[in-house]
């Protein structure tokens, strides 16, 4: 992961709204994100449930202060036609973003845990380090949310319905479920403040990912979301 700060988001979305979603995110929604000045990237990933359809997004930003900067505020009080169709058809949607405090190994892991913490370790990066040395795991970043950038009030926020907050997020990314468990397990040996009030430990699946070098060169009309 490149950049200082992060926006992570998690939402719900209806079975009969799955279709008209998923175009959004992959043909509409996400370019403009990371065409925005301050974003890098965005990584959509999709929990391995069959009860709910479940997703996270995390958007690497050059810093936190793209949360609350000119560019993205300007996206924000400008929403799409598509957007404002699929804002408000979002449920248990959860939004934060802030600077990622500790980072610890390499490359990207396609089997993910996204937790919601309510308590950022005192030292974020030797639990990183140590989380990162289990077998299977690639990659360990512990972040910090900024409520005040995250809060700040625009016209698609007023779209959907209320937005929790949470104080950090822990993002472990492993080669497999199996290695996953063996993090999480550490963490309740080494940490366990961290995962008393955390978010129940979901798995998540890549889904898609964009980049903003490959974007800027390859923006175009989005497609219609019926084709």
Known sequence: MRGAGFLAIWSDVEAHDLNDYRHWLTREHTTE????RGFLASRVFRAVRDDI?????????????VLDGEAYLAR???P???SQRIMP????????????VARAGRGEGATIVALRIEKVPTDPAKLAEALVACDGIVAVQIGTTDEARTSVR???KGMRKQEGFFAGLLLIEALDV???QGALRQVRVIAPEVLSRASEPEVYKSLFALDARIASMS?????DPNC
């Open 33 to 36: 994100r990371v065409t925005t």
């Open 53 to 65: 359809n479940r997703f996270f997004i995390l958007y690497e930003l050059e810093s936190p202060e």
């Open 76 to 78: 924000l009080n400008a």
């Open 80 to 82: 799409t036609p598509w």
């Open 89 to 100: 058809k979002l449920g248990n949607f959860m939004r934060g973003g802030g600077v990622m």
């Open 154 to 156: 625009t016209a698609e």
């Open 178 to 180: 199996p290695s996953l």
């Open 219 to 223: 923006a175009r009309e989005p497609c």
